[in-house]
């Protein structure tokens, strides 16, 4: 997890002139000064800070100016964003109470839990039908994950911005099939222009894809690992050729694992000219048959179904080769960007915790870190900007 947070500041001498009358109704615009008065302060720096009285000239009532990072809250804006900070740091709510009150300021585990949720509350975005920042991107990438809410699993999905890892949308999903999925994406995706989908391996994705008209990616580096898996599982039966299967259709267990070795060199080197050569390959196993009902797969009806996948792929596996935006951007044929936006942003905190006790606080805290880490490149998150 990388996080650079700004903390708000207390500047005791430093007031905004008022603007308008805070009363209802009054909409007054001119004021006079009418006292100074001592203003006590839960800071770890200032316990006791002045505020100015104003008496609105329309009205003729008085209000509270307050100097820069106070408000009418016994506790600084300084230290609710040093609360906020150290529980996105992996402290408990409650180790957030002890470490606050060696600092010589108390703030109870409840005032704690508040302060996050309420600037989670704040954070701009990230929401499915807002988008972080209204950002535009010709390639969208898109990845599920869970996490552990009131002893039940809670899917949340994340959108990023494929080119540039920047996370759009995190939202909770009721389930993971290719309905949902779709529902989830499509506002996504017309909200940033997306011409181009980059996800993992699942059917799921490849269904939302086709239907919603984009272009797609998989993740070259699961398409890889599961690759050689089945590769290595089906190399050691095809090599005695087991079942028969193959003798059956006039392929030697030489040529089976020839073509096994082969596959494993194509998948390395990705080349979209290669579809043909898997073609050729599913050719050669077309003929295994089925297996009936209660009957098992034979190893060359397994090879028939490896080849065919994999030449079904290609397009979709080998697309970064040739795909650029409008302006020129490229995409590295993987899904990292979601997958690194997971780690850091909602798996790292997750792990030091027994679970969340509501979907919301899930949520929350999830979109608060995303959006912390979404502002690495522009010098930090400024916590002034959600903390009230």
């Given amino acids: 997890m990388r996080l650079q947070l700004i903390l708000p500041r207390v500047q005791p001498t430093e007031f905004k002139e008022p603007m308008v009358c805070p009363y209802k109704g ?36 008085t209000f509270r100016v307050y100097p820069q990072g106070v408000t009418r809250a016994q506790t600084s804006q300084r230290v609710k964003g040093l609360a906020v900070m150290l529980y996105l740091l992996g402290l408990s709510y409650g180790a957030v109470y002890l470490a606050l009150e060696a600092l010589g300021v108390y703030m ?23 988008v972080f920042g209204s950002l535009r991107t010709p390639a969208l990438g898109g990845d599920l994950t869970s996490v552990k809410c009131n002893g ?60 919603l008209g984009l272009e797609h990616q998989v993740c070259k580096s699961h398409v890889k690992r599961n690759t050689e898996t089945l590769a290595d599982n089906l190399a050691s039966l095809a090599g005695s050729d087991v079942d028969g299967s193959l003798a059956a259709i006039g392929v030697t267990p030489e040529e089976a694992l020839k073509d096994l070795k082969r596959l494993g060199e194509l998948i390395l080197s990705r080349q ?28 060359a009806y397994r090879l028939r179904l490896l080849f065919l996948d994999r030449w079904s792929l290609w397009q979709r596996l080998t697309r970064y080769r040739v795909w650029k935006g409008a302006k020129g951007e490229t995409v590295d044929g993987t899904n990292k960007g979601c997958e690194r936006a997971i780690g850091w942003w909602i798996k790292e905190r997750y792990r030091t915790m027994r679970g969340y006790k509501r979907p919301k606080s899930a949520i929350n805290v999830s979109r608060l870190l995303t959006w912390s880490g979404n502002h690495l490149k522009q010098g930090g998150a400024d916590l002034a900007l959600l903390i009230a």
């Fill in 26 to 61: 009054c909409q007054g615009r001119h004021f006079e000064h009418h006292q100074e008065v001592d203003k006590p302060l839960k800071d770890t720096v200032y316990g006791i800070v002045s505020a100015h009285r104003f008496r609105c000239l329309r009205c003729k009532r």
């Fill in 272 to 299: 979209p000219e290669e579809e043909n050569e898997l073609g050729e390959m599913h050719q050669r196993y077309i003929e295994a048959e089925p297996p009936g009902r209660g009957e098992k797969a034979t190893v």
């Fill in 108 to 130: 109870s585990k409840s005032s704690v839990y508040e302060e996050v949720q309420a600037a989670a509350e704040k954070v701009p975005g990230l929401k499915r039908n807002e």
């Fill in 152 to 211: 039940e699993w809670l899917h949340l999905g994340l959108a990023v911005d494929d080119t540039t890892g920047l996370v759009l949308t995190i939202d909770e999903l009721p389930a993971e099939d290719a309905e949902t999925l779709k529902e989830w994406l499509e506002p996504i995706a017309e909200a940033v222009g997306a011409r181009l989908l980059v996800s993992d391996d699942a059917d799921a994705f490849k269904t939302v894809a086709d239907e």
